[in-house]
């Protein structure tokens, strides 16, 4: 069982930036494709960043230039630096990981939600 903590959320002005983080923990053989879900009041959750275990990146086109998805593997830890934060960026964000077994299956984990208000 793998289990993914989130940390960093909070609430900052239009033009202000956060740092999320998320570690996974619990009994890993491998950390593959990690990433940054987030879901805004009445709307469904929708992808906003991910990162492969060799570091390729996917962003959400309205993400693009302003948000930044890194991690560390050794730490199975993934980040997301959010720049130039809009009131449409506010939402819950959910880290995703997906956990490679020594039977060679994977399983797909999430955070419990880390909350990111936008004031205007």
């Known amino acids: 069982q793998v289990q993914l903590v989130e940390s960093g959320g909070g609430l900052v002005q239009a033009g202000g930036s956060l740092r999320l983080s998320c570690a996974a923990s619990?009994?890993?053989?491998?950390?593959?494709?990690m990433g940054w879900y987030r879901q805004a009041p009445g709307k469904q959750r929708e992808l906003v960043a991910t990162?492969?275990?060799?570091?390729?990146?996917k962003y959400t086109d309205s993400v693009k230039d302003r948000f930044t998805i890194s991690r560390d593997n050794a730490k199975n830890a993934v980040y997301l630096q959010m720049n130039s934060l809009k009131p449409e960026d506010t939402a819950v964000y959910y880290c995703?990981?997906?956990?490679?077994?020594?039977?060679?299956?994977?399983?797909?984990?999430w955070g419990q939600g880390t909350q990111v208000t936008v004031s205007s």
């Open positions: 995703n990981a997906y956990h490679a077994t020594v039977w060679r299956t994977s399983h797909e984990y």
């Open positions: 619990g009994n890993i053989f491998r950390i593959d494709d």
């Open positions: 990162i492969s275990r060799g570091g390729s990146t």
